[in-house]
Nanobody, 125 residues
Framework: QVQLVESGGGLVQPGGSLRLSCAASGRTFSSYPMGWFRQAPGAEREFVAA????????YYADSVKGRFTISRDNAKNTVYLQMNSLRPEDTAVYYCAVGARYGLASRDGGQYYYWGQGTQVTVSS
């Protein structure tokens, strides 16, 4: 059974940093693209970042480009999201997701088939 577990969320002041982790289990995900999405209260889920299964290509939403970095450690079956210079508008529940085997990393949530339960990130003074 595939399971994704996010961690690392919390309360941080504007300008601060957090590092989210998503540990995958149930299979080896080195051949799968992975992504991060977020959903703020009253808003639709939105794309944040994605990384190819080859660990070569990354994609970012314009709103986080230059502040967030996605990475993966295939030996640990884990994907990370380093978030710097956080802003109040980054407040949301953050979800990691896994795409199709050997598939392309995508900004489209419909291309991901496994999702974690989410971790809350709150940016507030």
């Amino acid at each position: 059974q595939v399971q994704l577990v996010e961690s690392g969320g919390g309360l941080v002041q504007p300008g601060g940093s957090l590092r989210l982790s998503c540990a995958a289990s149930g299979r080896t995900f080195s051949s799968y693209p992975m992504g991060w999405f977020r959903q703020a209260p009253g808003a639709e889920r939105e794309f944040v970042a994605a990384i190819s299964w080859r660990n070569v290509t990354t994609y970012y939403a314009d709103s986080v480009k230059g502040r967030f970095t996605i990475s993966r450690d295939n030996a640990k079956n884990t994907v990370y999201l380093q978030m710097n210079s956080l802003r109040p508008e980054d407040t949301a529940v953050y979800y990691c997701a896994v795409g199709a085997r050997y598939g392309l990393a995508s900004r489209d949530g419909g291309q991901y088939y496994y999702w974690g339960q989410g971790t809350q990130v709150t940016v507030s003074s």
